[in-house]
């Protein structure tokens, strides 16, 4: 069953903690994005990745941390500097090739207490 | 830098009238442009891409590149076309994906 597949779908954490929400996808994608998701804000970008071993900043990388050592995995870490963390997370994984679409998981919702 | 505009938060139209859903972009390439649909309980996904310059579930969105839009239409809208939409560009090269805020449509009986 292809797909990408984030977990946990729901995950509370005590404030000061870091947390690392977990993005596997068996597409063969080389491109692999992190996305926060607030009512009336859309999906902002946090992070993503053209390639195993490489990542860029998105609009919105502070407080959060990423790594890509294999092609299907792109975990992301939210450290204690993120100052507003509890929001619904979002990952979503493309082929390189030209106009090609995003494909995209279940998302897992971070309340941070 | 690259910025994706969806003035709308927020639209409301009965079931049967034409949909127009805004978007606008700001990129100084060659833009790849998307739309993106989240219906309740589900994943985000695919509506639509403008090179394939096709109709999907009664919806077709123009390129204009003179006026940086990318607009949603639909003539006849339906009540299982309630959901989050999202436009989306896509910056080749870089790989980098960006979205709009999002529309949140809902079509009343």
């Known amino acids: 069953d292809g797909g990408i597949t984030q977990s946990p779908k729901y995950l509370f954490r005590k404030e000061g903690q870091n947390v690392t929400l977990s993005c596997e996808q068996n597409l063969n994608h080389d491109a692999m994005y992190w996305y926060r998701q607030d009512p009336g804000q859309g999906l902002r970008l946090i992070y993503y990745s053209q390639i195993v071993n490489d990542f ?26 993120q100052k507003n963390p509890t929001a619904f997370y979002l990952c979503a994984s493309s082929s390189r090739q030209r106009h090609t679409e995003a494909f995209f998981g279940q998302g897992t919702r971070l309340t941070v207490v | 830098a690259q910025r994706v505009t969806q003035p709308e938060k927020l639209l409301s139209v009965f079931k049967g009238a034409p949909v127009e859903l805004k978007c606008n972009y700001s990129y100084s390439g060659s833009p790849e442009l998307f739309w993106y649909v989240q219906y309740s309980r589900q994943r985000l996904q695919l509506l639509l891409r403008h090179i394939s310059r096709e109709s999907i579930k009664g919806f077709t969105a123009d390129l204009n590149k003179g006026e940086t839009s990318f607009h949603l239409k639909k003539p006849f809208a339906q009540e299982e076309d309630s959901a989050m939409y999202y436009c989306a560009l896509k910056i080749q090269g870089a790989q980098k994906l960006v979205f709009g805020q999002g529309t949140r449509l809902t079509i009343n009986p």
């Open chain 1, 56 to 81: 860029q900043k998105g609009d919105i990388a502070e407080g959060y941390s990423v790594s890509r050592e294999k092609k299907e995995s792109f975990p992301l870490t939210v450290t204690s500097a």
